[in-house]
T-cell receptor, first 113, second 114 residues
Framework: GQNIDQPTEMTATEGAIVQINCTYQ??????LFWYQQHAGEAPTFLSY??LDGLEEKGRFSSFLSRSKGYSYLLLKELQMKDSASYLC??????????????WGLGTSLAVNP | DTAVSQTPKYLVTQMGNDKSIKCEQN?????MYWYKQDSKKFLKIMFS???????INETVPNRFSPKSPDKAHLNLHINSLELGDSAVYFC?????????????FGEGSWLTVV
């Protein structure tokens, strides 16, 4: 995604905490999503932020700062099954009532024992 | 009870052939999508339909033609397949009318053109 930046790869240790950052530029911000995609599988929804602040959901939390065009996904108590690609996606208004999701290239997270 | 189902899951075909991928959702959603994910893992929207009406049509060769017979189905037909069409194609759906508007993906169709 040309307007969304996130690190290509990250490595972390089982039981640790990892933060995956996402910066974006958009003309009509309308929400930010984080998706998880295991190899060979479809992306699945993790979290959604439209207002500034932190959204917590179990071991996963997502933060948004609209003024900075910045979000992060925080994963706590990492487990081996968390090894996956994490996709940041920004929804922007695209004319009328239409909204479009712009996807980042994803961050491939490897969790080591 | 798969929410978004697409067939076939794997497809290997020769250049120049015409193929179709079918998609159905049983979530009662109004909006359906086709996405293409290439070898670099970039997820790019191709088409979006809302209640059978085309609302997003990205810059996609006209060899790709979506068909939505009803709001629960969105099929993708590809003519004259080329090597560069090899990718994973994901069908997806969303309510289309709510603020959160989470997208639910099908399991993907792995297309290999040889």
């Amino acid at each position: 995604g040309q307007n969304i930046d996130q690190p290509t790869e990250m490595t972390a240790t089982e039981g640790a905490i990892v933060q995956i950052n996402c910066t974006y530029q958009t003309s009509g911000f309308n929400g930010l999503f984080w998706y998880q995609q295991h190899a060979g599988e479809a992306p699945t929804f993790l979290s959604y932020n439209v207002l500034d602040g932190l959204e917590e959901k179990g071991r996963f939390s997502s933060f948004l700062s609209r003024s900075k065009g910045y979000s992060y996904l925080l994963l706590k108590e990492l487990q081996m099954k968390d090894s996956a690609s994490y996709l940041c996606a920004v929804r922007e208004k695209s004319g009328g009532n239409n909204r479009k999701l712009i996807w980042g290239l994803g961050t491939s997270l490897a969790v080591n024992p | 009870d798969t929410a978004v189902s697409q067939t076939p899951k794997y497809l290997v075909t020769q250049m120049g052939n015409d193929k179709s991928i079918k998609c159905e959702q049983n979530l009662g959603h109004d909006t359906m999508y086709w996405y293409k994910q290439d070898s670099k893992k970039f997820l790019k929207i191709m088409f979006s339909y809302n209640n059978k009406e085309l609302i997003i049509n990205e810059t996609v060769p006209n060899r790709f033609s979506p068909k939505s017979p009803d709001k629960a189905h969105l099929n993708l037909h590809i003519n004259s397949l080329e090597l560069g069409d090899s990718a994973v194609y994901f069908c997806a759906s969303s309510r289309g009318s709510t603020r959160v508007d989470t997208i639910y993906f099908g399991e993907g169709s792995w297309l290999t053109v040889v």
